[in-house]
């Protein structure tokens, strides 16, 4: 089974490199379908290993797949062929300099997140994660806008200090491990409990590399990149970032989290993930009470739902299953609405709430779907955001931490009334109506000369007959023609079973005890330290 450690690495960087060489425009739209497919499948083929006891590994063991490993590898795959399969066809113009760069970095993309999930070492995983920040500063500017390419440099800039800071608490984190005997940065050691590890070391060395890790995962306060990154990146950019990307920082800041509790306990990482996921559940609330722009209301809500899992993160063991579980919820729920959002964008010709309306009336081919994937994303059953929630808010009040679930359920409900008013108002409700021009008057004949009381400015109303001055004027009445009538758009635009499969899959994926609860589980005792 180690080849599947290799195939989500190598295939991806092959179809990149054909994408950039073979002038066919169909094999760079699909190339990015096609490595999505690859990380899939070789995620599936971990997840049976693993619930089969076995733990593949290669290159030393400098790759290996646990349970979290695994998990995450196929969640990487899904978000990213929901992207990429449900966005053929929108991402836009580019100049023809161009061709086959944004098919070719989608690829570079995937395959750099799945290395830095399958990494049993900090540093490649760091190494990985750095170079999801080159190849999405790219996408974010692929229109080559003024504000797309003003996003990408301050993506860029934040992103940069985000991972130079975890760079920093990664060598501290190293220098930590000299007392073994043998430097390490892999998994494996640094998560054994008992360890003489430097605990000032790693204190310092943890709380830096999740601060720099939170700065990619978008928790307040440094997400200030966040909005206008997946606002002005293509739908299915939008769709890999909100789904992939943050959750990939997640689950480094999840693997530092079990090195510091091994050494120093959970209080000190519990502190930071509650500031932070508070401070981000507060910032989401208070800028989407009055959000006007769709795509950037889809930024937001991703702060949000960060912040739910940093809460998570912070509550530990007992929450940690859900907030497995959210990863998955969150990434295909929110890769369908960036790609549903790209279709209305191009369709509607702007991102404004307030110039799109009726929805639900002139287009149900994109509004169905949009409030269906917004239900799910706003957390009603049967969902699997609602039940990851609701886990989270239990297991804080079971274990203490009712203040911090409290604070954060407010804000939810502040959210969630947002979030719902912001939908309506794009989907529900009569159409703006559409009518017709009058039919003008006839153009008035003049006399030679007008008669006395009779108007000659232009604004007459009847037709004044040639035979004389002081004729009578004659009305002529203007009937307007009726409205015409509302054709709705039944269209999807674009590929729609992607969008249902991921729909439904967040339907149901909750009330499949075997293998999901199993895998969940295991995947959070790794996390415990459980090997």
Same mark, same amino acid.
């Given at each position: ?9 190598? &295939?991806?960087? #092959? ?6 060489? %073979? ?10 379908? =096609? ?17 089969? $006891? ?18 995450? @590898?196929?969640?990487?795959?899904? %978000? ?42 900090? +540093? ?15 996408? #974010? ?9 003003? =996003? ?18 990664? %060598? ?9 005997? !043998? ?11 008992? @360890?003489?590890? $430097? ?41 890999? *970032? ?50 006007? $722009? ?11 739902? *960060? ?7 912070? &509550? ?8 497995? @579980? ?19 964008? !191009? ?10 309306? /009726? ?8 509004? #169905? ?8 994303? &706003? ?20 274990? +203490? ?6 604070? /954060? ?45 009779? $108007? ?10 040639? /035979? ?15 409205? /015409? ?28 005890? !075997? ?17």
């Amino acid at each position: 089974m180690s080849f599947a450690l290799w195939t989500p690495l190598a &295939i991806p960087a #092959v179809l990149a490199l054909l994408s950039l060489v %073979v002038p066919s425009p169909a094999l760079r739209r699909l190339s990015p379908v =096609a490595s999505s497919v690859a990380v899939l499948v070789s995620g599936l083929l971990l997840v049976s290993a693993v619930l089969a $006891d076995q733990v593949p590994t290669l290159a030393g063991g400098l790759l290996r797949a646990d349970a979290l490993s695994a998990y995450m @590898l196929t969640v990487v795959g899904a %978000v990213g062929l929901v992207s990429t399969w449900g966005g053929l066809g929108h991402a836009g113009n580019v100049p023809a300099r161009f061709a086959g760069s944004y098919d070719a970095l989608i690829s570079v993309f995937l395959a750099a997140m799945s290395l830095a999930v399958i990494a049993d070492n900090i +540093g490649l995983m760091w190494a990985a994660v750095e170079a999801t920040t080159i190849a999405t500063a790219f996408l #974010v500017g692929h229109h080559r806008t003024p504000r797309s390419l003003e =996003a990408a440099w301050k993506y860029v800039i934040l992103g940069s200090v985000g991972v130079a800071i975890a760079l920093l608490g990664i %060598v501290l984190i190293y220098a930590a491990s000299r007392g073994t005997g !043998e430097a390490t940065l892999s998994w494996l050691v640094l998560s054994q409990a008992g @360890l003489p590890l $430097d605990p000032a070391l790693i204190r310092a060395g943890g709380a830096l590399a999740v601060l720099g890790f939170a700065t990619k995962a978008g928790l307040a306060p440094m997400h200030s990149w966040l909005p206008d990154a997946h606002s002005q990146a293509p739908a299915p950019v939008s769709g890999l *970032m909100s789904g992939v990307l943050l959750a990939v920082a997640l689950y480094a800041i999840l693997r530092i989290q079990t090195i510091t509790d091994a050494v120093i306990g959970p209080d000190f990482l519990r502190i930071m993930l509650s500031v932070g996921g508070l401070l981000s559940l507060f910032v989401a609330a208070a800028l989407l009470i009055r959000q006007r $722009d769709f795509k950037r209301m889809l930024a937001y809500s991703s702060i949000e739902h *960060m912040g739910m899992m940093a809460i998570g993160a912070a &509550i530990g063991a007992a929450a940690l299953p859900a907030v497995l @579980l959210y990863v998955l919820g969150h990434g295909l729920t929110k890769a369908t609405l960036f790609v549903i959002s790209g279709r209305i964008l !191009e369709v509607e010709g702007t991102p404004k709430i307030d110039d799109v309306r /009726a929805l639900l009336v002139r287009r149900p081919g994109l509004a #169905v779907l949009w409030l269906i994937a917004m239900a799910a994303l &706003i957390g009603f059953p049967p969902f699997s955001i609602f039940f990851s929630e609701v886990g989270i808010i239990v297991a804080g009040y079971a274990t +203490g931490m009712g203040v911090v679930v409290g604070i /954060a359920l407010v804000l939810l409900l502040v959210i969630f009334a947002s979030l719902t008013r912001l939908t309506v108002a794009m989907t529900i409700g009569a159409p703006v109506a559409q009518t017709s021009a009058s039919v003008a008057a006839p153009a008035a004949v003049l006399p030679s000369a007008a008669a006395p009381g009779i $108007d000659v400015t232009g604004a007459m109303t009847g037709v004044v007959p040639a /035979a004389g001055v002081g004729a009578s004027v004659t009305p002529v009445d203007a009937e307007p023609r009726p409205e /015409a009538p509302i054709v709705p758009d039944r269209s999807g635009h674009g590929p729609m079973l992607p969008l249902i499969l991921a729909l439904g899959t967040t339907a149901v994926v909750a009330f499949i005890a !075997e293998p999901v609860g199993t895998l969940l589980t295991r995947a959070a005792e790794v996390l415990g330290g459980i090997q």
